[in-house]
C-alpha cells in the first residue's frame, strides 16, 4: 500500500528554520512527481515545492522563492522541504504528495496524500 509520512512540523519564531521530510513506503519516489502542498485554516490547498521526475525541474511558488529549499534522497526514498526566514504567513498543514505523470503545483492533480503536519510560525 502506497504511504507517505511526513515528519519536522512544529512551532517556530518567525525568521526561524524548520525542516520538513516525507518518508515513502511502498513505491520509490524517484519515479514521480513529488510535491509539498499547505493549507491555511479557511483557504485552499496551495502548491509550495515540487519535484519533475521526467526532467528533474523544481518549482516553488512565489511566496517562499529563496527562503524554502525541496530535495529529494533516493537512497532514503524521502523528499525534504528546508524552510528558511520563516513568516507567520507560512503557518499551515504541510502535505507532501506524489502522482505518476509530470509535476504541477495543482493539488488537483495529485493521487497519493500524506496525513500532513503542522506548521505554526509564531512569536
Known amino acids: 500500500q502506497v504511504q507517505l509520512v511526513e515528519s519536522g512540523g512544529g512551532l517556530v519564531q518567525p525568521g526561524g528554520s524548520l525542516r520538513l521530510s516525507c518518508a515513502a513506503s511502498?513505491?520509490?519516489?524517484?519515479?514521480?512527481?513529488i510535491g509539498w502542498f499547505r493549507q491555511a485554516p479557511g483557504k485552499e490547498r496551495e502548491g509550495v515545492s515540487c519535484?519533475?521526475?521526467?526532467?528533474?525541474?523544481?518549482y516553488y511558488t512565489d511566496s517562499v522563492k529563496g527562503r524554502f529549499t525541496i530535495s529529494r534522497d533516493n537512497a532514503k526514498n524521502t523528499l525534504d522541504l528546508q524552510m528558511n526566514s520563516l513568516k507567520p504567513e507560512d503557518t499551515a498543514v504541510y502535505y507532501c504528495?506524489?502522482?505518476?505523470?509530470?509535476?504541477?503545483?495543482?493539488?488537483?492533480?495529485?493521487?497519493?496524500w500524506g496525513q500532513g503536519t503542522q506548521v505554526t510560525v509564531s512569536s
Open positions: 504528495a506524489a502522482r505518476a505523470f509530470r509535476a504541477t503545483m495543482s493539488a488537483h492533480d495529485y493521487d497519493y
Open positions: 519535484i519533475s521526475t521526467r526532467d528533474g525541474m523544481i
Open positions: 511502498a513505491f520509490t519516489l524517484d519515479r514521480y512527481a
